[in-house]
């Protein structure tokens, strides 16, 4: 079983910036990759940014340039750093794991742009 649980969102204003953070704990060795997703009142969850266990990144065309993802192995962490935030980017933002025939979903953590 793996648990995760996200942190770091909150209200901000348009242009500004908020860093997410996602720990993992449990049995996260057997987990290929880690990711961000959100879901936005009335649309669909989509993907925002992965990250596999070698650090291999994937971006949503959207975000490309604006956001990081990178992973901290020695905390079971991963973090979203996301800049020049727009009222789009407003979503509840959730964290994902998974891994042969497992795949994990934490609680999500709400974001909110302001413009």
């Known amino acids: 079983q793996v648990q995760l649980v996200e942190s770091g969102g909150g209200l901000v204003q348009a242009g500004g910036s908020l860093r997410l953070s996602c720990a993992a704990s449990?049995?996260?060795?057997?987990?290929?990759?880690m990711g961000w997703y959100r879901q936005a009142p009335g649309k669909q969850r989509e993907l925002v940014a992965t990250?596999?266990?070698?650090?291999?990144?994937n971006y949503a065309d959207s975000v490309k340039g604006r956001f990081t993802i990178s992973r901290d192995n020695a905390k079971n962490t991963v973090y979203l750093q996301m800049n020049s935030l727009g009222p789009d980017d407003t979503a509840l933002y959730y964290c994902?794991?998974?891994?042969?025939?497992?795949?994990?979903w934490g609680q999500g953590t709400q974001v909110t742009v302001s413009s």
């Open positions: 990250i596999t266990s070698i650090s291999n990144t």
């Open positions: 994902r794991a998974w891994g042969p025939a497992r795949n994990y």
């Open positions: 449990g049995r996260i060795f057997s987990m290929n990759a």
